[in-house]
């Protein structure tokens, strides 16, 4: 099928700063192949928005989420949807935390022009997109993503919970939890708790 035989994709846009709505608004409007169902939808009303317009893509402002559960939730929820996570300078460890939790994409709010226009084409297609230093780096397979235990352990880990207040959380053995635990910490490229709670 050509591009132009396509039917556009589908865009929702989470509320935004003033500059970043106009920006993605204007980007969008200028695109044949892109359509915008919904605009400057505030958080607590994205999960109607979704149900009710069904966009292929959802643009999520980050600095909106209380919890990266949240992203879990309308993953869950929206499977069909790609979710696509735009943040002030996000780093790679706070992109891969949001992959894992079942975002598509995530990108800088600064970057250009094109490389929104190219993740929002690419996270349509359901590609994983990470940025890289000033440049987006495109990949296919993505990270490897959490599991949805590995996920719960991140959430407590973050809070602050011990293994010991985890375990009893999730109602397994303490060695299971260092074993998440590890494997978050590969997934998300840290090394220590204290690097995991700065990546909320």
């Known amino acids: 099928m050509s591009i132009a035989s396509r039917q556009p994709i589908a865009l929702a846009v989470a509320q935004f700063e003033d500059i970043v709505n106009r920006g993605l608004q204007s980007l969008i409007d200028g695109d044949p192949h892109l359509r915008l169902v919904a605009t400057d939808v505030p958080h607590e009303l994205m999960e109607t928005t979704l149900e009710r317009d069904e966009p292929d893509v959802a643009i999520l402002n980050f600095a909106a989420l209380t919890s990266p559960a949240e992203l879990r939730e309308l993953h869950t929820a929206f499977p069909a949807v790609r979710l696509m996570i735009m943040a002030n300078n996000p780093s790679t460890a706070e992109c891969r935390q949001m992959i894992g939790f079942g975002a598509t994409a995530c990108l800088a709010k600064n970057a250009e022009a094109r490389d929104v226009l190219h ?30 235990r590995e996920a719960d352990v991140l959430e407590l880990l973050q809070a602050g919970s011990s293994n010991a207040e985890i375990a009893a959380t999730l109602q397994v053995g303490v060695e299971t939890v260092r074993t998440h635990a590890r494997h978050v910490y590969r997934k998300l490229g840290v090394s220590t708790r204290r690097e995991l709670r700065q990546t909320v």
């Open 119 to 148: 993740t929002i084409y690419l996270a349509s297609r359901g590609m994983h997109v990470l940025p890289s230093g000033a440049d987006v780096s495109y990949e296919p397979a993505g990270p490897t993503p959490l599991t949805p």
